[in-house]
């Protein structure tokens, strides 16, 4: 079997029990019934037999993943692990949760389904993440304490945050202090937000100008690189640049591969099939399929015509559009197609961060190279 | 590619002494199996039936005309067998985004693009590098349009940090002028028809165009060498003459080189300024233990 990567994005709800202001997602009350779990996992080894594919990520997320509770996930894991085991294949589960809801009861699940570790979200500052029945400030406090008992528990924990007005208006060198010295996380990732899903007056907080959105992440960057890169603190992107340029295995998100339509798919938990997370929840026009009602994913996705507009994308910009000109095409082809489809209503196009992303690219082609030098001076001594 | 072991007859060896490699259409191929060839595929029938049952005999798949199949790539992507792809791409200028298509195949097993040099070249050049895919660029007898786009593809290949993958002939000329014992051009390109022997659906030897099929291709670029100095060929007083052995003056002898000297020359001085760096380069301990030239 090849080393192919292939990863599922699962969403066994799309339920949430908070009331974020931006989410894109639609949050029907439904849930991913333990009766279909064993169709499900029959059509994701059944594609995996099909395409020589050893080994599946599944990305648990939805909604609220925690939504299903510590007992629906154990079953369903021995469900996947028992199939898994008879035709010699492996799934490995992550967990992406809010973690308002988590509670010592999930240890179990979390250590043994989730090798003790989550990811999880948070702004800063957080001015639109609020409680069904509260305010932002509310949400943090209650973050903020269910955080501190994971890790009480020994759970890591990584955060997501996604950037605004507000983060950009408070400056790096505060978003820094937050997540790292307030918080004391070290593994954490920025992202560009987009706004995907029905526009309201919250998507505004997220429509960043590119030139104060790369004058801060570049601070970002020098802060990071200046405090937190030999200390051990892992920020993504920028660590993932880091390898790249100074020639280690790097682990590129999502919206940086060749074609991420080679790499996952996400399923909701009507079966719905679509390239990630955010077309699965937002944009039925670009499903693939339904992987309960189609007997066969491997064909689903080759004849999805849906799907044929992400395999083409790469290709298309290099044909029409300026990437093939651009310096940073290897780590880059063209970015991210959620972000690009929710900004120009078209996929076919380069991602509207481009200009953000080669600020950072460079910025970490010249820390790669001064860590390089260094490295050379220190073994050297 | 992988090189073919020393277990042929007698008859089948080159000038060399070295075991020839033999090209066989696929429909061919079946039938000299009894030491290592390359099998030509240009079918996606043929191109799965290959890749699916090669037996080890088979040092890699030559692949013409095929890249704007994709479903044939996919299947090439699923399966991680052994053999090898070089995947030929007639027209780069217009088939390169197709490159896309090879991005998962190279997870799996061996991949390279080889393509004339034709106007819009470079492009395939470029996708092939930031995919990460060693390419085998053949040359011809550039025009000087042709030439300005060959020498921004070598100023591409010397100085673009995304640029991680040999390209070929570049690779290897800089590496013979930075010390690294190698081989002629023919070679590097696989074009001296007595290591590298191609045959048509017929069966019968392809030689290298506009070259007489007689006497039988044993000493083909000695004799073609000899040839262009006794016609009074530029060859003789080129500097390149003993890497180039005269392989820009086929199938024109008349081909004036001036440009193809320029880009040997970009690359013999991109050479000459690594040697001065590595001259000043103070290894630690660590790196000292490693070779700093070209592998």
Redesign the interface.
Known sequence: ????SFSVILLPTAECNVACEYCFEYKEPHRLSPALVPLLTKRLLDHME???IAECEVYWQGGEALIMGPAWYLETRDAMAKAARERGRRFVHYLQTNLISYSPAWNDVIFDMFNGSVGTSMDFPNHHRKLFNGSADDYSRVWRQRLDEARAAGIRVGVIAVLHQGSLAAGADAFYRHFVEELGLDDFQVNTPFPGGPANDSAIEFQLDPAALATFLGELFDIWVDRGLEAGVALGPFDALIDHFTGRPARLPCIWK??CS?QFISVDSKGTVAQCDCWVTSYPDYYFGNIFREPDLTRML?ESPARRQF?ER???L??DGDC??C?????C?GGCPVRTYSALGTMHAKDPYCEVYKVIFAKA?SEGRNLRQRR??K??V | MAQPPLNLPPDDRSGSGTPALPFFPAALAGNQLAGPLVVVVDTPIDFCRWLNEAPPEVQWLQVEGLLGEPEIWAAAARQASAVALDVVVSQPGSEFSSLYRLADVRNVRDVRVTFPMVPGFSKALRLAAALQLPVRLLPGQPDDALVEELLGAVDFYLHDPSVEVPVEFFHSFLASQSGVPGSDLWMILEQDPDEYRRHDQQGALIYPEGALPSPAPSGFVTRFEQNLAEQGAECSGCRWQSFCRGYFKMPDPDYACAGIIRVFDALAKAAGEMATDLAAWQPSPQEASQSPAIP
């Open positions: 079997m090849n080393a192919r099909n395409e020589d060749e074609n080679n080759s395999v790469p290709g298309k290099v044909e093939l000109e310096r940073f095409l290897s780590i082809h082609e050379t001076a073994a050297a």
